[in-house]
C-alpha cells in the first residue's frame, strides 16, 4: 500500500503500447521487462491483460474505466429546487423527532 501522499507514477498510452508489444514478442518476461524499466511486474500484467482484451480498439485499450461520479451529488451540485426539497424533507424529520421526544 502506498504510503499517504505519495505520488503516483502516470505512464503515457506510447510507453505502456511499447512495453506490451515488447511483453508480447516473447523474448523477454514481467520481470525482466520490470526491472528493466524500474516498475513492477503487476502493472505490465494489467497492461497486457488491458491490451488483450481490447484487440478490436487499441486506441481505447489504456483508458482509465474508473466512474468518477458515482454516489449522492454534493450539496453545491444541487439546483435550487432541488435544495428547496431537501431543506422541506429535512424540516418535517425534525418536526417529528422533535414530537417523539416530548411524548
Keep these: 500500500m ?10 503515457t498510452d506510447e510507453f505502456k503500447l511499447k ?6 514478442t516473447g523474448t523477454i518476461s514481467y520481470n525482466r521487462l520490470a ?9 505490465i500484467r494489467q ?6 482484451a481490447s ?3 487499441i486506441s481505447k485499450a ?6 468518477f461520479l458515482s454516489g449522492r451529488p454534493r450539496k453545491n451540485d444541487l ?10 424533507v429535512e424540516n418535517e424529520f425534525l418536526k417529528k423527532l422533535l414530537i417523539m ?3
Design 79 to 88: 439546483s435550487l429546487e432541488d435544495k428547496v426539497k431537501r431543506l422541506e
Design 101 to 103: 421526544r416530548r411524548r
Design 55 to 57: 484487440k478490436e480498439d
Design 62 to 67: 489504456f483508458e482509465d474505466q474508473r466512474k
Design 2 to 11: 502506498a504510503k499517504k501522499g505519495s505520488k503516483f507514477k502516470k505512464y
Design 35 to 43: 526491472k528493466k524499466y524500474n516498475m513492477t511486474s503487476w502493472n
Design 19 to 24: 512495453v506490451v508489444q515488447e511483453y508480447l
Design 47 to 52: 497492461w497486457v491483460k488491458k491490451y488483450e
